[in-house]
């Protein structure tokens, strides 16, 4: 019996370290959020995170953040500029230039941090600090922007 013992100890002490590959429960949700995003038609990557422009001469590296972007299609006419808004107390604002935001803004869950629309695509920057139902709702409204992108002349 003792022998017993001691091997099933010894056998659990070998695979003690293996415990360590397994995801934990914040890695399966977010491995869930973004299978859902991708199944909906959304792509998910790295990209940084829009910003005030800074001081010249005073260039900060981008912040890296997670972007769940729709793909657009091409603008048939001229491409479209990429303009990007960040929230802010009284509403969205642009960045680059006095552009209004696009209406489905206001669908989107309020742990975004800045949303952008380029000739490739448009889409949300967050860091997935949300439930799935969060991505239910960026979903939502990038499905919504990207009809008033394509509708738009």
């Known amino acids: ?12 002490l070998a695979l003690a370290p293996l415990t360590h590959f397994l995801p934990s429960k914040r890695q399966r949700q977010v491995a869930r959020m973004r299978e859902y995003a991708a199944v909906h038609g959304l792509f998910v990557e790295f990209r940084d995170l829009p910003a005030r422009p800074s001081v010249p001469g005073r260039e900060k590296r981008g912040e ?11 603008s048939r006419r ?20 006095r552009v209004d935001a ?5 669908q989107l869950p309020a742990s975004i941090l800045a949303i952008s629309v380029d000739e490739g695509s448009c ?3 967050w860091q997935e600090a949300g ?11 990038l499905e919504a922007w ?3 992108l394509q509708d738009s002349p």
């Open 1 to 12: 019996m003792l022998k017993l013992l001691l091997i099933l100890f010894i056998v659990a």
């Open 78 to 97: 001229e491409p479209r500029e990429r303009t990007a808004w960040l929230p802010e107390a009284d509403g969205w604002r642009s960045l680059q230039k």
């Open 131 to 141: 439930e799935e139902a969060e991505v239910e709702q960026i979903v939502a409204a």
């Open 64 to 74: 890296q953040i997670i972007y769940y972007g729709k793909r657009l299609p091409p």
């Open 123 to 125: 889409g949300a920057y």
């Open 102 to 106: 696009p209406l489905a803004a206001e």
């Open 146 to 148: 990207q009809e008033q």
